[in-house]
């Protein structure tokens, strides 16, 4: 085989690998946002939690800064608190609990409670505001607990 012939194929070879491996990433990609009910894109999909910041602003510690106080946390209710991503819960009154707010099923962030529930908004997980566990949806399990502290002045802060 001639020089010329020779550097041709593995030009042509490397092409057409080349172009198989772009045609198989291109593939595995997302498709855009989720389709609604009618079929059409939806642009306000809620998208998979990006990993939570090692500390607060100013470089202080995130357990020294206050998330919410007492009264702001409703009985059988709670608050997303999306920066941080948790969810404190009052299940019955003066009981706080605190729940990670990234759903166990593809990671977006539960976006409410209500009605005795943390829901995401995704694809319909629900999970306990007393404790966490699954309810309903597609979510493989609950969601996990975080420490929180209650100080004296009604703070309620990670622990």
């Not at 990609?29 to 009910?37: L, N």
């Not at 894109?41 to 007492?70: H, I, M, R, Y």
């Not at 009985?75 to 009052?90: H, L």
């Not at 962030?109 to 966490?132: E, P, Q, R």
């Amino acid at each position: 085989m001639s020089d010329l012939t020779h550097t041709a194929r593995r030009t042509v070879l490397t092409i057409g690998a080349a172009t198989l491996a772009g045609g198989a990433i291109t593939a595995c990609g997302g498709g855009g946002g989720e389709k609604t009910s009618q079929g059409e894109p939806n642009d306000a999909a809620v998208q998979p939690a990006a990993p939570a910041p090692a500390s607060s602003e100013a470089g202080a510690p995130a357990s020294d800064k206050a998330l919410t106080k007492k009264e702001d946390v409703p009985v059988g209710g709670g608050k997303v608190f999306k920066e941080e991503k948790v969810v404190v819960t009052q299940p019955k009154a003066g009981t706080f609990k605190c729940f990670t707010a990234v759903c166990p099923h593809q990671g977006c962030l539960v976006s409410k409670v209500a009605d005795g529930s943390i829901d995401c908004v995704c694809h319909n997980s629900k999970f306990a505001v007393a404790d966490g566990a699954k309810i309903s949806g597609p979510a493989p399990k609950g969601l996990a607990e975080k420490k929180i502290k209650v100080a004296a002045d009604g703070n309620i802060s990670l622990a």
